[in-house]
């Protein structure tokens, strides 16, 4: 793929990326308001995130034709260590640094924006050779 090949997948993945998270940020920061703890607001946001950016990601932002299974597993693997790096961050900023969890999570969110991409990129949606079974 071609360096303008690859600003087009990350200009669509940031849109995608941006809607998600700006729309599950509010979410966040009411559910936070009503008494859910920061961590479990978290955790439920970052499994409905996930479901509906495989979709987004896999048919818009990598036009990706592979086996859908497989790529599911990578996605869903990705998205689990993304997920470790965000809790961590919440942990050890929040948690024991004393930091106010919502900038914590605003900064996370794109740290692990930046990582997944690069997962992705590079390993989940990687395009299906010619000859090869997808």
Do not use: C, E
């Not at 050890?92 to 914590?104: I, S, T």
Request: charged residues 5%; proline residues 2%; aromatic residues 14%.
């Amino acid at each position: 793929m071609t360096a303008s090949g690859t600003h087009a997948q990350f200009l669509r993945y940031a849109a995608v990326g941006l809607t998600s998270n700006i729309l599950l940020y509010l979410t966040y920061l009411a559910l936070t308001r009503i008494g859910v703890g920061h961590k479990t607001a978290m955790t439920g946001l970052y499994v409905i995130s996930v479901l509906i950016t495989f979709l987004a990601n896999r048919n818009w932002t990598f036009q990706h034709r592979g086996a859908a299974q497989t790529t599911l597993i990578r996605y869903l693997t990705a998205y689990a260590v993304g997920y470790l790096l965000n809790f961590v961050l919440l942990w050890l900023a929040a948690d024991r640094m004393g930091l106010p969890h919502q900038l914590v999570q605003f900064v996370a969110i794109f740290l692990v924006a930046v990582s997944l991409f690069l997962m992705q990129k590079y390993w989940v949606f990687l395009p299906s050779s010619k000859g090869s079974a997808p």
